[in-house]
């Protein structure tokens, strides 16, 4: 009798364990999909973008509402032997989402509708020019709307400890579909009031990574396996008394 509960118990655990190793394999989940990208030229052409000196943007526009939870881009870093080397740790970013201003022309508006502060460790993006590429997860997604003029702006943190640690933004090699401008990105200085325009265009790459959803039916299943261990357990007790 305790050798046939022994291996009814058995099975039954088997069958749990393989209901949620098919939870796990057969979780609905959407690949990561790139909603917008203007891939890097790594060509040496670059706008300064951080804490020190001010700010770049750059601008585009999309063609469905959009939840981004992932943000690529390529630039250089001085590497500052004891302050910041960017191979070897991280490095913070503030990376965040403008409306256009229409109130001074094709300009972002400064106050920004998102902003997150990232930390991101750079790789090698070309071994010719040393230029890093970049990497960071968004803590709080961001909802982007469709067929509105759009800005974003990565701006490297100075580190200081008496050090100028600059952050460069590599220019793209194209821009995206739909982008209000062609070959156009925005420059904001410490000192300046107001953004400028300057003849570049910035590489990025904005990506949706859905957090994954179980199917209905292996919800079921696993379900199952779990009254079926607990029905077994109520048995064997009664089998004891």
Request: hydrophobic share 45%; charged share 15%; glycine share 8%.
């Amino acid at each position: 009798m305790n050798t046939l509960l022994g291996r009814n118990r058995r099975i039954l655990a088997s069958m749990a364990v393989s209901a949620a190793a098919t939870l796990y394999m057969s979780t609905s989940q959407a690949d990561a999909a790139i909603i917008l990208q203007q891939p890097p030229a790594l060509d040496g052409a670059s706008a300064t973008s951080d804490t020190s000196f001010g700010r770049a943007f750059e601008d585009f526009r999309l063609t469905a509402p959009a939840t981004i939870t992932d943000v690529q881009w390529w630039g250089w870093v001085a590497n500052v032997p004891g302050v910041y080397e960017p191979l070897s740790g991280p490095m913070a970013f503030t990376i965040s989402f403008h409306l256009d201003d229409p109130s001074i022309g094709f300009f972002p508006n400064t106050t920004a509708f998102s902003e997150q502060v990232v930390s991101a460790t750079g790789e090698i993006g070309s071994p010719t020019w040393y230029a890093a590429h970049f990497t960071a997860h968004l803590d709080t997604p961001v909802e982007l709307p469709a067929g509105v003029d759009l800005w974003i702006s990565i701006v490297g943190h100075d580190l200081g400890a008496g050090s100028y640690v600059a952050f460069r933004w590599a220019q793209a090699t194209e821009d995206a579909p739909n982008t209000p401008s062609a070959n156009l990105a925005a420059i904001q200085r410490n000192d300046s009031p107001q953004p400028s325009l300057a003849a570049i265009r910035l590489s990025f790459v904005l990506e949706s990574n859905p957090v994954p959803v179980p199917e209905p039916g292996t919800l079921g299943l696993l379900g199952f396996g779990i009254a079926m261990i607990g029905l077994q357990r109520r048995r064997i007790r009664r089998a004891r008394r």
